[in-house]
């Protein structure tokens, strides 16, 4: 009796060791296949996570590049509204220039048109008194190289006489003080006499001549 029941006894311990190695083989397993599973998703969500990497990284670069873009157009806007206000200084300057300089030239070459103007009627009496003199008074020389040095002076700084007797009628050079009926068809609208001669300086009227036209 006592070795039936120590045989089962041994039978059961036997079946107890058996279920053990079953459950620890099982066990493996589960890890392994676990294991293996992990792998599988690591695996597969490796490529996503490097996809999504790069994707990130080509945002960025887009959010930069358009950064960039729009700082760059903001720089084109703000050199062009330089060049332009630069180019209206310049623009500014060089009319200002132009106009000093033209000013000093005509201060220059103008400097004594008053004073020149004031000559002239001096000019008109000595040429009236050369006129009423006789040949042989003695002051008729010396009264002529007066008024020929005067001239000659006063033409270096730019006077010049104004031919206007057998010139046809100008407004814009002469001053008609009266009328005369012309002794020819030819000469009507003409310059037939000069009362008072005109003069110009640096090629500008200084003064209008005063001339009869025949009509």
């Given amino acids: 009796m006592e ?39 690591k695996e597969t969500a490796e490529p996503e996570t490097d996809n999504g990497g790069r994707r990130n990284r080509k945002k960025r670069a887009e959010r930069h590049a358009e950064e960039m873009n729009r700082k760059v157009e903001e720089m084109g806007l703000k050199l062009a509204e330089m060049n332009d206000k630069y180019m209206r200084l310049y623009s500014e300057y060089e009319n200002y220039r132009k ?8 201060l220059i070459l103008n400097g004594g048109k008053d004073v020149i103007k004031l000559m002239l009627p ?16 003695a002051a008729k ?18 006077l010049k006489p104004m031919e206007a007797k057998g010139e046809k009628f100008d407004e814009n050079y002469h001053e008609a003080i ?13 310059v037939m006499d000069v009362v008072k001669k005109g003069y110009f300086l640096n090629d500008e009227v200084l003064r209008f001549a005063q001339v009869v036209v025949g009509c």
């Fill in 178 to 190: 009266t009328q005369i009926p012309s002794p020819t068809p030819e000469s009507k609208g003409m």
């Fill in 141 to 158: 020389e010396g009264m002529k190289l007066i008024h020929k040095n005067m001239m000659n002076a006063l033409q270096q700084k730019g």
């Fill in 3 to 41: 070795q039936e029941e120590l045989k089962e006894q041994e039978m059961k311990e036997e079946q107890e060791k058996q279920d053990i190695e079953q459950a620890e083989h099982q066990a493996d397993a589960s890890e392994e296949s676990k294991s293996d599973e992990t792998a599988e998703a």
């Fill in 99 to 106: 106009r000093t300089n033209a000013e000093k030239a005509g």
């Fill in 122 to 137: 001096v000019i008109d009496d000595m040429e009236r008194a050369l006129a009423n003199m006789s040949d042989d008074d």
